[in-house]
């Protein structure tokens, strides 16, 4: 559909820059996705999946990765998803990209890997989707990263119904 | 299979059936009367067909004389992906990793293609056509006004896209638009209720009764603004800013003891080593030669 690897990077990137504050998870997440996007087999996955039609075999681990993940504890969830994968898939490769790049000291942290790769294809959903063609993909990166942060922290404001923190422009 | 024949229907390998004469090959006076009895042969093997089909591209597919029709099938491919996008969102109880990404995204979008419409007064116009016109142009706002505009607006704007549309599932793909165009849809009738209240707000500001009033608040030592310790906070601050700009050691320390210690150019150059006019005038040339410089008078 037009994006690359390197797009998907940057999603990944702005995702995690303006990543509410508290997650406790978030530094590791972000240490390892450091490590991932280093990954040539990882950018290999990525242009895979961004090119893959809906209803292939491929797509279909996606989803079940992705449902795994939300429905197994972490631990689980590669052996639930893949049971019926292909080996050598994208997805497959993709996951064990993000299961390598998880570890400390040698120790992979299957709770890091997994929602690593929930991001990573989360973002390879948005660029497939009418948020992914090629104008649109220029605004979102044209926007500042601390800007998209302003806007998400007035968002969870507001949906919490937390009295909201305006900004006041200067008099003139 | 074979009861098909007995029920009047076509065999399963027919005859070919008569052409007409449009269909019939141009300069061809093979009658169907000719043709040999018995199964027709094929013009082409099955390999000869995959091979063509392997070698179909999109271009072939859909005409790329007819950019409307080729528009059309790519805005459908990206309203399934989006309806795959917002089922995973919904399936995730709209929480999660999938779903930070998506809002980042969503709020990325908006605020650049907000701020793109407010710098040109697109807004107006767009605002105007969805019946919601909104007074105002863009000689009113700076750029940081606008970006305060957008982030108010794509906040509220996502707060109603998620509460009041993808949670309810009231965004339908077959519909004909986008998650995109919906979301921009969903700024749109935002921006006129922001825009107000950002207009008002610069209204109550640039009232000229609010500003004497502060002023005259200030002057006075209104207690609700005065903190004692203030005015000594904020010049230390600003010597010590002003200091760290002195490239020369002795200039620095005696500017800083006539400055910030009160100290005279006499005793400020006894300690540094100059005399009392040496320590003078090299404080004036470094007032005149940086002129926001001397918080304070020397003695």
Redesign the interface.
């Known amino acids: 559909?037009g994006a690359d690897s390197h797009q998907v990077m940057r999603?990944?990137d702005?995702?995690l820059d303006?990543?509410e504050s508290g997650r406790d998870t978030a530094p590791d997440v972000a240490a390892a996705a450091a490590r991932a996007k280093a990954d040539p087999d990882m950018h290999d996955a990525i242009s895979v999946l961004l090119a893959e039609e809906?209803g292939t075999t491929t797509w279909e681990c996606l989803?079940r990765f992705?449902?795994a993940a939300?429905q197994t504890e972490a631990a689980d969830c590669m052996q639930c998803s893949f049971e019926r994968c292909d080996n050598t898939g994208p997805v497959m490769q993709m996951f064990s990209s993000c299961h390598a790049a998880s570890g400390v000291a040698g120790e992979p942290d299957a709770e890091v890997a997994v929602?690593l790769a929930?991001?990573f294809?989360?973002?390879i959903?948005?660029e497939?989707?009418?948020?992914?063609?090629d104008r649109?993909r220029r605004?979102?990166?044209?926007?500042a990263h601390g800007?998209?942060a302003?806007?998400?922290n007035?968002?969870r404001n507001?949906?919490a119904h937390k009295p909201e923190t305006?900004?006041?422009?200067?008099?003139? | 299979m074979g009861s098909a024949e007995g029920a009047g229907r076509p065999p399963r390998i027919a005859p070919a059936p008569a052409r007409s004469g449009r269909s019939r090959p141009p300069g061809s006076d093979t009658s169907d009367a000719t043709a040999p009895p018995g199964p027709v042969q094929a013009p082409l093997d099955d390999s000869e067909v995959d091979e063509v089909e392997r070698a179909l591209t999109d271009d072939d597919l859909w005409s790329p004389a007819d950019p409307a029709e080729r528009a059309r099938v790519r805005n459908a491919q990206r309203r399934l992906a989006d309806h795959a996008l917002v089922k995973e969102l919904a399936a995730a109880g709209f929480e999660g990793p999938v779903f930070d990404v998506a809002v980042t995204e969503f709020a990325s979008y908006a605020i650049a293609v907000l701020m793109a419409w407010m710098r040109t007064g697109e807004i107006f116009g767009k605002c105007k056509a969805k019946g919601r016109p909104v007074s105002g142009s863009t000689s009113d706002w700076s750029r940081d006004d606008r970006l305060e505009i957008a982030v108010e607006t794509t906040a509220r704007a996502l707060k109603y896209f998620l509460g009041e549309v993808l949670v309810p599932g009231k965004w339908d793909h077959s519909r004909g638009a986008t998650l995109k165009t919906f979301f921009v849809g969903a700024c749109l009738l935002q921006f006129p209720n922001e825009y107000d209240r950002w207009a008002g707000e610069q209204r109550r500001w640039g009232q000229p009764e609010g500003e004497q009033a502060l002023e005259q608040a200030v002057v006075s030592g209104d207690p609700q603004w005065a903190d004692p310790t203030g005015d000594a906070a904020v010049r230390a601050c600003t010597v010590q800013e002003r200091l760290a700009e002195i490239p020369d050691r002795q200039t620095r320390q005696a500017a800083w003891l006539v400055n910030a210690y009160g100290a005279s150019h006499a005793e400020a150059g006894d300690v540094v080593g100059l005399s009392a006019d040496g320590v003078e005038g090299r404080l004036y040339r470094l007032r005149h030669g940086r002129p926001t410089w001397a918080p304070t008078a020397t003695r």
């Open positions: 559909m999603v990944l702005r995702c303006t990543a809906p989803l992705l449902t939300r929602t929930q991001l294809l989360a973002a959903m948005v497939r989707s009418s948020f992914g063609d649109s605004l979102r990166n044209a926007a800007d998209v302003a806007v998400i007035v968002w507001l949906a305006r900004r006041r422009s200067r008099p003139r």
